[in-house]
């Protein structure tokens, strides 16, 4: 592994960034800290989040579903209905996915993130198994709790959708979704339902529950960034290194990302520190900036994609999920 080391000094702000590439496939975490850096929280998060520490977001009650009773009842423009136990659901073939999931109604910087290996069959083929009508276009989910949204069957076939089972080797906890839940790679929060009881094969595309209110929620996760460390608000003195760590995020794999501490006038690189190779799965970052004078200064990320698109400073938008440059304010002294 090839390691270069390179300061980069600007001038007119008075702060000197010190940045480490790793020339690799697979960059690993660098964890040594400069000796002169402030005692200060410069921990990433697990980068596959615990179950007990994954986000929650629901319309209703957690519903309480037993094992022994839960069918999963698939019914509409299908040739062989059926009512699957959960016992027959497990005997299916099954498939894993790594994935990043945001809620569609995450703030700028906001915790409601996680990452998850998820395990389950491939709802589009349980669907074939028992004889799609030619006619039929979308499959409707309809949940324990009263919610209720929809795939095509392009998406199902395009995205391989999952219907997950299993969370980092665990059943899915009923907090999230017990004892079934679709995994979309590359949506948002808003259409991975939990607690499914029924699939409802359709010819036309029905509403979701989020129609009436003006969420987008066919719109796929946007290039995003977060940054973990430092904490808002922070003090340091001038000339201490401060460690900046973070993570970005989209339907597209992340090629790099950059900060910025004069409003995006000008751009530092940083260090990917984690990540693997598949879309839909965010990556770990970090860099370290080392402040000669004192003042306020905000710090901002922003995040490239594969395809070359770069998160937008900001998103007016807000019912298709927002993606505005997080900020993190410190003073130096």
């Known amino acids: 592994m090839y390691l270069k080391n390179y300061i980069l000094t600007l001038g007119h702000l008075g702060i000197i960034v010190m940045v480490l590439f790793l020339n690799a496939c697979e960059s690993e975490k660098l964890t040594d800290q400069p000796p002169d850096a402030p005692d200060q929280v410069i921990g990433f998060p697990d980068f596959i989040t615990p179950n007990e520490k994954y986000f929650d977001v629901r319309v209703d009650e957690v519903p309480t579903i037993g094992i022994e009773a839960y069918r999963l009842k698939i019914y509409g423009a299908v040739e062989n209905p059926v009512s699957l136990s959960y016992e027959e659901l497990g005997k299916l073939e099954m498939a894993k996915k790594t994935l990043t999931i945001e809620c569609i109604g995450n703030p700028a910087n906001g915790g409601l993130i996680g990452t998850a290996t998820w395990r389950g069959f491939k709802v589009y083929d349980l669907l074939a198994s028992l004889g799609i009508d030619e006619r039929a276009t979308t499959v409707k989910y309809i949940c324990a709790d009263g919610y209720y949204t929809y795939n095509t069957l392009e998406e199902l076939q395009s995205a391989k959708v999952l219907g997950a089972l299993y969370m980092n080797d665990h059943p899915i906890p009923p907090l999230y979704g017990f004892p079934l839940r679709i995994i979309f790679p590359g949506f948002y929060g808003v259409r991975q339902p939990g607690w499914i009881v029924e699939m409802e094969v359709l010819e036309t595309r029905p509403e979701d529950f989020w129609i009436q209110s003006g969420w987008k929620t066919d719109s796929s996760m946007t290039i995003d960034s977060k940054i973990f460390f430092p904490s808002n608000y922070s003090k340091f ?64 990320s922003r ?14 938008e807000y019912l298709d999920g927002i993606n505005s440059w997080p900020k993190v304010e410190i003073s130096v002294f």
Do not use: C
């Not at 995040?303 to 007016?316: H, K, T």
């Open 303 to 316: 995040a490239i994609d594969m395809d070359g698109r770069i998160q937008a400073e900001s998103d007016n």
């Open 237 to 300: 003195s001038q000339g201490d290194s401060i460690k900046v760590g973070g993570a970005a995020y989209g339907s597209r794999r992340i090629s790099s990302v950059e900060l910025t501490i004069d409003n995006g006038n000008s751009w530092l690189p940083v260090t990917i520190t984690k990540q693997v190779d598949q879309d839909h799965v965010w990556i770990f970052w970090e860099a370290y900036i080392k402040p000669q004078n004192a003042g306020i200064f905000t710090i901002q």
